[in-house]
Nanobody, 129 residues
Framework: DVQLQASGGGTVQAGGSLRLSCAASGFRLDAYEIGWFRQAPGKEREGVAV????????FYGDSVKGRFTISRDNAKNTVYLQMNNLKPEDTAVYFC??????????????????????WGQGTQVTVSS
């Protein structure tokens, strides 16, 4: 089975940091574009960060650029999202995701989440002010 297992969410004060992990099983991480979406209450799921399957190119949503860093450890088949200088508006359920067809740069288009191939379970991130 193709699975993604996310972990690392929690509650932190504004300005703090968290690191999310996403462990893949049943497939090779470097054969997929892989990254993170988030969904806040009442809002549509949006792309946060993605790393390409080849070459390790990274892409970020405008609201997290300069604060979040996505990285990949192929040996561990795991992707990480380091989140620094967290803000209350970062509060959301974060989902890791993988896809073989959608180019990483397209993950930030509205509604693109409907076409993503593989989803992990969500992990809650809460940032208090």
């Amino acid at each position: 089975d193709v699975q993604l297992q996310a972990s690392g969410g929690g509650t932190v004060q504004a300005g703090g940091s968290l690191r999310l992990s996403c462990a893949a099983s049943g497939f090779r991480l470097d054969a997929y574009e892989i990254g993170w979406f988030r969904q806040a209450p009442g809002k549509e799921r949006e792309g946060v960060a993605v790393i390409s399957s080849s070459g390790g190119r990274t892409f970020y949503g405008d609201s997290v650029k300069g604060r979040f860093t996505i990285s990949r450890d192929n040996a561990k088949n795991t992707v990480y999202l380091q989140m620094n200088n967290l803000k209350p508006e970062d509060t959301a359920v974060y989902f890791c995701a993988a896809d073989q067809s959608l180019h990483a740069s397209s993950w930030f288009s509205k509604g693109v989440h409907r076409y993503i191939e593989v989803w992990g379970q969500g992990t809650q991130v809460t940032v208090s002010s």
